[in-house]
């Protein structure tokens, strides 16, 4: 039980760091990337900041596309950032509100099909259950899978 409680505490905590970035998910990358956005904004040149990043014009250039095609690696995007001035900010953020709504999403599927299988089985049996009955089943059996967050919830 204590897994279960610091697992589901520390999605919460996770979340409200992830909601911070939650404003930044309306900004457009520029078309040419934000090196050279900014590069150009601060009215620098490629052998410039070539020379903060001890590399060439070219260097900077053949940097500046990568970032373009979407290619780049983090540590170059930090490099470039410090040479510009700037600080790199680094995070995802979740389709859904948040972690915990994506995971009951997921845990009411799961959920959704084990009730199911379970009702036809009893229905079989002559046992069928009321339609307030298996919601009822399907809400405690998504709070328990939200609790487990089993690996099997992502297959």
Do not use: C
Not at 53 to 61: E, H, I, L, P
Not at 98 to 124: G, P, Q, Y
């Amino acid at each position: 039980m204590k897994l279960k409680n610091s697992r589901l505490l520390i999605i919460r905590q996770l979340d409200k760091k992830i909601q911070l970035f939650m404003p930044l998910s309306t900004i457009q990358i520029p078309p040419t990337g934000w090196i050279s956005t900014l590069r150009k904004s601060l009215n620098m040149s490629l052998k410039q900041l070539g020379q903060k990043m001890t590399m060439s014009a070219q260097g900077v250039k053949d940097l500046e596309n990568r970032e373009a095609e979407g290619s780049i690696s983090i540590n170059s995007l930090k490099a470039a950032g410090e040479a510009l001035n700037m600080k790199l900010v680094y995070g995802f953020i979740p389709k859904d509100s948040s972690l915990e709504e994506m995971i009951e999403k997921k845990a009411r599927i799961i959920a959704v099909e084990i009730v199911k299988r379970t009702s036809i089985t009893m229905s079989l049996e002559d046992q069928a259950n009321s339609n307030e009955r298996l919601k009822q089943a399907i809400e405690e059996m998504t709070l328990d899978i939200k609790k487990d967050v089993p690996k099997s919830l992502w297959d």
